[in-house]
C-alpha cells in the first residue's frame, strides 16, 4: 500500500531533503510525496486529493503554517501533521500542538540531516546508502 505524504514548505533544500528521506525509508508503505511552496498552494493541492501525512512549516509567504492548519482542520481534514520550523516561539508551537498537530520539529534536525547527506555524498562521491534517522 502507498501513502501519500504532503511537503509544505518554502525552502527547497528542506523539501528535497524531506522527499529523499521517504524515497529511502525502509517500511512495509511505500511513500509518495507531494510539495507545495506554501499555504494557499497547499490548499489547491489538498483539495485535489486526499493525504496520510502533512509536514508544515510554520512560517511561510503569503498563507502560514499556523493558519494553513486552522484551514485544513476548517475543512473536517483529519490527517496526521507534522510542524516543522525554524523559529523556537513557544506560544507558537503551544498553539500548534493546541491546534491539533501531531508533533512539532525544529528545522535544525533537517539541516543537521542534510549537512550529514551533503558530507557523506561529497566523500564517497556518490550519495549515502541508508536513510537518515530522525
Known sequence: MTKRVL????????????KDFFRQFRHEHSYETESAKDGAE?????????????????HMPRMGGLELLKQ????????????ITANADTRAAAEALG??????????????VARRRSSATSSSGRP??????W
Open 7 to 18: 511537503i509544505v514548505d518554502d525552502e527547497p533544500p528542506v523539501v528535497e531533503v524531506l
Open 42 to 58: 497547499a490548499l489547491v493541492v489538498l483539495l485535489r486529493g486526499n493525504f496520510d501525512l502533512i509536514l508544515l512549516d510554520m
Open 72 to 83: 485544513i482542520r476548517g475543512l473536517g481534514v483529519n490527517v496526521p501533521i507534522i510542524m
Open 99 to 112: 491546534g491539533g498537530v501531531f508533533a512539532y520539529i525544529p528545522k535544525r534536525a533537517h539541516r543537521a
Open 128 to 133: 549515502a546508502s541508508s536513510a537518515p534517522t
